[in-house]
């Protein structure tokens, strides 16, 4: 595949890698390959994003409480029912003062996350009807807790029936509420008082209970170079960004901390919809929407066309300019603490070919992912946004094919860093073209070929599929590694490597 010497250079550069870090540790769970955890060097193969496939309208924000300026999804599966929430908003984003208010707290649901229905709940009077679904409207009094709420299921042991449910809502510079339902439906202020002040709160702000962590994490919005958030001043200076603390009862917090991203430059990041990625939680997926001021794609006329909100078009100031602004949709990751990776600067979502995604603020995507199909999940993005045909777009996207290891036709090489082994067998997800193909080599800590898991002993692997058990030509068993630092080899040709694991069994 390589000249000798290319090869031998390779190995023993990760021989004297082996000494400088301890093995890692990883047990049984699923490791994707969406960052660089896990690999150390790659030759003729790349880290390569992927991107998610359009399946149409999801759910189509439509009716006078829930239309053009509808948004800030969430979406939370739950005993084979999946729940949307979303904010309400009326036909036009400078309606409040008319209307009452752009923060209905809305709600549809789905048995396979594909087909939504919005049920007529009975809860809450709209134009004279309750025959809605609205969960929760705005108070006389202005009450800013109904604002950009965002549920989630708290798992932490010990948390009462009656308040399974949670959620974070409110604005600066009143602060953050936390609410609690019994069962998604029914929601009711937890305090009467905010929980955390501290941040540019204009945005969906989101927290979870972190099995990893042990607490509970609060992600929020604050700008790089505005410090003082206690006062009801509008003052905008430097780059939208996200800061993080963390409770052990939703009530003290920690010292917020501003999220790092490494060497990579700042952009606007408008929101942040940080969840556990379902099928790995100790990895925290997210998804911003990123505001890029100065470009422009839509023409005045195609600005018209497109029939935006009263008022929207006009926005200046405050950081705002409204026609000369675009944005998408980005994917990070972190593994806890105050560190986003950002291995992809590439969109994860582009606004595409409709050309009502090209005006400012669209590509708000639903702060959580679910599973629709054995071997697909979906993420939902809000389009079209203040405009009649505003809506909620699903986009699929196969399990845990966010990125992968990826080689081309001619070959490449990856070499994991030095792990113990803890499992019992190694399961890959994978895909290869007909006259792809890939191998496993499973190697001591210093480079070496382990006999019995040599690379001349893997039998060609063809195909696609999510999890598929590597042999070798006697044995698919590790148990015999386990306790042991070691490393894996893979050679790949016209493939794609999405995770791997090692089940205990």
């Given at each position: 595949?390589?000249?000798?010497?290319?090869?031998?250079?390779?190995?023993?550069?990760?021989?004297?890698?082996?000494?400088?870090?301890?093995?890692?540790?990883?047990?049984?769970?699923?490791?994707?390959?969406?960052?660089?955890?896990?690999?150390?060097?790659?030759?003729?193969?790349?880290?390569?994003?992927?991107?998610?496939?359009?399946?149409?309208?999801?759910?189509?924000?439509?009716?006078?409480?829930?239309?053009?300026?509808?948004?800030?999804?969430?979406?939370?599966?739950?005993?084979?029912?999946?729940?949307?929430?979303?904010?309400?908003?009326?036909?036009?984003?400078?309606?409040?003062?008319?209307?009452?208010?752009?923060?209905?707290?809305?709600?549809?649901?789905?048995?396979?996350?594909?087909?939504?229905?919005?049920?007529?709940?009975?809860?809450?009077?709209?134009?004279?009807?309750?025959?809605?679904?609205?969960?929760?409207?705005?108070?006389?009094?202005?009450?800013?807790?109904?604002?950009?709420?965002?549920?989630?299921?708290?798992?932490?042991?010990?948390?009462?029936?009656?308040?399974?449910?949670?959620?974070?809502?409110?604005?600066?510079?009143?602060?953050?509420?936390?609410?609690?339902?019994?069962?998604?439906?029914?929601?009711?202020?937890?305090?009467?008082?905010?929980?955390?002040?501290?941040?540019?709160?204009?945005?969906?702000?989101?927290?979870?209970?972190?099995?990893?962590?042990?607490?509970?994490?609060?992600?929020?919005?604050?700008?790089?170079?505005?410090?003082?958030?206690?006062?009801?001043?509008?003052?905008?200076?430097?780059?939208?960004?996200?800061?993080?603390?963390?409770?052990?009862?939703?009530?003290?917090?920690?010292?917020?901390?501003?999220?790092?991203?490494?060497?990579?430059?700042?952009?606007?990041?408008?929101?942040?919809?940080?969840?556990?990625?379902?099928?790995?939680p100790h990895i925290y997926l997210s998804t911003p929407m990123r505001l890029v001021p100065g470009h422009r794609f839509l023409t005045e006329a195609e600005m018209d066309a497109q029939q935006l909100g009263k008022g929207f078009r006009g926005i200046t100031g405050h950081g705002h300019d409204i026609p000369n602004q675009v944005s998408d949709t980005v994917l990070m990751t972190s593994r806890g603490g105050t560190r986003y990776?950002?291995?992809?600067?590439?969109?994860?979502?582009?606004?595409?070919?409709?050309?009502?995604?090209?005006?400012?603020?669209?590509?708000?995507?639903?702060?959580?992912?679910?599973?629709?199909?054995?071997?697909?999940?979906?993420?939902?993005?809000?389009?079209?946004?203040?405009?009649?045909?505003?809506?909620?777009?699903?986009?699929?996207?196969?399990?845990?094919?966010?990125?992968?290891?990826?080689?081309?036709?001619?070959?490449?090489?990856?070499?994991?860093?030095?792990?113990?082994?803890?499992?019992?067998?190694?399961?890959?997800?994978?895909?290869?073209?007909?006259?792809?193909?890939?191998?496993?080599?499973?190697?001591?800590?210093?480079?070496?070929?382990?006999?019995?898991?040599?690379?001349?002993?893997?039998?060609?692997?063809?195909?696609?599929?999510?999890?598929r058990t590597v042999s070798w030509a006697t044995t698919s068993d590790l148990t015999p590694l386990r306790g042991r630092a070691v490393r894996l080899r893979f050679v790949l040709k016209d493939a794609d490597l999405f995770a791997l694991r090692l089940p205990a069994q």
């Open positions: 595949m390589k000249p000798l010497f290319l090869r031998v250079l390779f190995l023993l550069l990760a021989g004297a890698s082996a000494f400088a870090v301890e093995p890692l540790r990883f047990g049984n769970r699923l490791e994707p390959f969406i960052d660089h955890y896990l690999i150390d060097r790659l030759d003729g193969a790349s880290l390569t994003l992927h991107h998610p496939h359009y399946e149409g309208i999801a759910v189509p924000f439509n009716d006078p409480w829930d239309r053009d300026a509808s948004g800030y999804p969430t979406i939370i599966q739950d005993n084979g029912l999946y729940r949307l929430y979303y904010r309400g908003g009326p036909r036009d984003a400078t309606a409040g003062k008319s209307e009452g208010s752009t923060s209905y707290f809305c709600y549809a649901e789905s048995h396979d996350g594909i087909t939504w229905v919005k049920p007529k709940l009975g809860l809450v009077e709209f134009a004279g009807s309750k025959e809605n679904n609205i969960l929760l409207a705005p108070s006389p009094s202005n009450d800013p807790w109904t604002q950009s709420i965002s549920p989630f299921l708290d798992t932490r042991p010990g948390v009462p029936v009656t308040e399974r449910y949670k959620a974070i809502g409110g604005q600066w510079p009143q602060g953050l509420y936390v609410l609690v339902s019994p069962d998604g439906l029914h929601w009711k202020k937890w305090r009467d008082q905010p929980v955390f002040k501290g941040g540019a709160f204009d945005s969906q702000n989101v927290a979870f209970w972190s099995e990893t962590e042990r607490c509970y994490v609060l992600y929020f919005r604050v700008f790089t170079g505005w410090t003082d958030y206690t006062t009801d001043k509008f003052t905008v200076e430097g780059f939208r960004t996200i800061a993080r603390t963390t409770s052990s009862d939703l009530v003290n917090w920690s010292a917020p901390k501003r999220m790092s991203f490494g060497d990579t430059p700042l952009e606007q990041l408008y929101t942040n919809h940080t969840r556990p990625y379902f099928r790995a990776d950002r291995t992809f600067m590439e969109a994860f979502v582009r606004p595409g070919l409709d050309k009502g995604n090209w005006v400012s603020r669209n590509g708000v995507p639903a702060t959580g992912l679910i599973q629709t199909g054995k071997n697909e999940m979906s993420l939902y993005v809000g389009q079209n946004y203040v405009q009649p045909t505003a809506h909620l777009g699903r986009y699929s996207l196969r399990l845990d094919g966010f990125a992968s290891v990826s080689a081309p036709y001619a070959g490449g090489e990856m070499l994991t860093k030095p792990f113990t082994v803890e499992g019992a067998r190694l399961t890959l997800n994978y895909s290869t073209s007909a006259a792809g193909s890939l191998r496993v080599e499973v190697q001591t800590a210093e480079g070496e070929p382990i006999p019995g898991y040599t690379l001349e002993e893997c039998p060609v692997i063809v195909g696609d599929t999510i999890e």
